[in-house]
Structures are given as structure tokens and as C-alpha cells.
Nanobody
Framework: QVRLVESGGGLVQPGGSLRLSCVASGSIFSRVMGWYRQVSGKQRELVAAITNGGGTNYADSVKGRFTISRDNAKNTVYLQMDSLKPEDTAVYYC??????????WGQGTQVTVSS
């Protein structure tokens, strides 16, 4: 089983940037990798996803501000977050989905956007 560990969260002022990283304990080759976020009391929502071929999908709320990328050689997926807004505050989770549809989740990393 693949284990995912996120890092890079923290406190940032509005307009600032953060880069999240998710390192997998095994190969992420052939897996769709994604970043989700969740605010307390609300459903977890997709932020961005990337296929093994590099195809990407973004939530409308982050298009043009966030960029997802992957490095299969390092078993790592990244989320570059620019022009952050207070409404981006959430716990961000990394997800890996294999060809059979099985999902693995990381433990999450807190992102707080506040002045």
C-alpha cells in the first residue's frame, strides 16, 4: 500500500504563496494524483488533479492561481499556490488513485490565509 505524507502548509498573508508537497512511499506511476481540501463542517472538495500523462484538472475557484505538478522519479506531487485568499484556508489532503479506483489519502496539512 502506498503511504502519502504531505508537507508545506502554514500561515500566509493574503496574496502570498505556498508550495505543498506530497511524497509517496511507493511508485506513483500510473496513479492519478490529486489535492483536495476540507473546511471543518464541509465536504472535502477537489482542488486539482494530474494524470500520469500530465493532464490536469482544477477547481474553478483556483484556476490561474494554483498549479499541480508531479515528479514520478521522486514519487512526489506538488501544489504551487499563488495569490492566496482567505477562502483558501483549509486542510489540504493528497490523494493517489490507482487503475482499479482504489484511493489512498495523506494525513493532511493545514493552510491558513490570514493577515
Amino acid at each position: 500500500q502506498v503511504r502519502l505524507v504531505e508537507s508545506g502548509g502554514g500561515l500566509v498573508q493574503p496574496g502570498g504563496s505556498l508550495r505543498l508537497s506530497c511524497v509517496a512511499s511507493g511508485s506513483i506511476f500510473s496513479r492519478v494524483m490529486g489535492w483536495y481540501r476540507q473546511v471543518s463542517g464541509k465536504q472535502r472538495e477537489l482542488v486539482a488533479a494530474i494524470t500520469n500523462g500530465g493532464g490536469t484538472n482544477y477547481a474553478d475557484s483556483v484556476k490561474g492561481r494554483f498549479t499541480i505538478s508531479r515528479d514520478n522519479a521522486k514519487n512526489t506531487v506538488y501544489l504551487q499556490m499563488d495569490s492566496l485568499k482567505p477562502e483558501d484556508t483549509a486542510v489540504y489532503y493528497c490523494n493517489a488513485r490507482d487503475l482499479y479506483g482504489t484511493s489512498r489519502w495523506g494525513q493532511g496539512t493545514q493552510v491558513t490565509v490570514s493577515s
